[in-house]
């Protein structure tokens, strides 16, 4: 079982719809991460949020962290094809030292025109 | 772009045999990573550095040991590959002034 589990696996959608992918855990994190990695290539970050019920904005993607520290969400509203890639979420837990970043199994995501 | 380079990018070898995969940044990152990407895993954490010589296990560092002798360069030894090793393998780096981890481009391992 890992620390963070994603939902869904994998999301397939049209131009132009909206989405969500969603990443929970049973620990409190000191902060969570977002990356997204293309085929060949290594991840990088999109966003970071810190404190409980922060909502974050980045252009098209809202990310949100959970009241309690223990979740997060991603909403992309009007996706286009280059959205596609592997969205990953990222934390060290609260009980660990800052640097032991774990991730989730990620959400691919498959925008077609 | 953090200056994270891998090598060897892909390599190919035999059950039984070491293999070193070798990870230099040239941003003074404090911290350093391995993860290895399986489908439907994500990434999962091997080791990590936190420091020159100051090292801690990830979730799946059975089969795997890590040396840091120099802030710039991280080193992983498999002492003796297996089949259930064959992945891809990404380094990373950063720390608390970056806030985020840098990753290199990858080393796919195939063990025959």
């Known amino acids: 079982t890992q620390l963070l589990e994603q939902s869904p696996q994998f999301l397939s959608i049209q131009e132009g719809e909206n989405l969500t992918v969603y990443c929970n855990s049973s620990s409190v994190f000191s902060s969570l991460q977002w990356y997204r990695q293309e085929p060949g290539e290594g991840p990088v970050l999109l966003v970071t949020v810190v404190t409980g019920g922060e909502v974050k904005k980045l252009k098209r993607l809202t990310f949100q962290f959970g009241d309690a520290r223990k979740d997060s969400s991603l909403h992309i509203t009007a996706a286009q094809p280059g959205d596609t890639g592997l969205y990953l979420c990222?934390?060290?837990?609260?009980?660990?030292?800052?640097?032991?970043?774990?991730f989730g199994a990620g959400t691919q995501v498959v925008v077609t025109p | 772009d953090a200056g994270i380079t891998q090598s060897p990018r892909h390599k190919v070898t035999e059950t039984g045999t070491p293999v070193t995969l070798r990870c230099h940044q040239t941003e003074n990152h404090r911290y350093m990573y391995w993860y290895r990407q399986d489908p439907g895993h994500g990434l999962r954490l091997i080791h990590y550095s936190y420091g020159v010589k100051d090292t801690d296990k990830g979730e799946v560092s059975d089969g795997y040991s890590v040396s840091r002798s120099k802030t710039e360069d991280f080193l992983l030894t498999l002492e003796s590959a297996t089949s259930s090793q064959t992945s891809v393998y990404f380094c990373?780096?950063?720390?608390?002034?970056?806030?985020?981890?840098?990753f290199g481009e990858g080393s796919r391992l195939t063990v025959l």
């Open positions: 990222a934390g060290a837990r609260q009980t660990d030292s800052w640097g032991k970043f774990q």
């Open positions: 990373a780096s950063g720390g608390p002034n970056t806030g985020e981890l840098f």
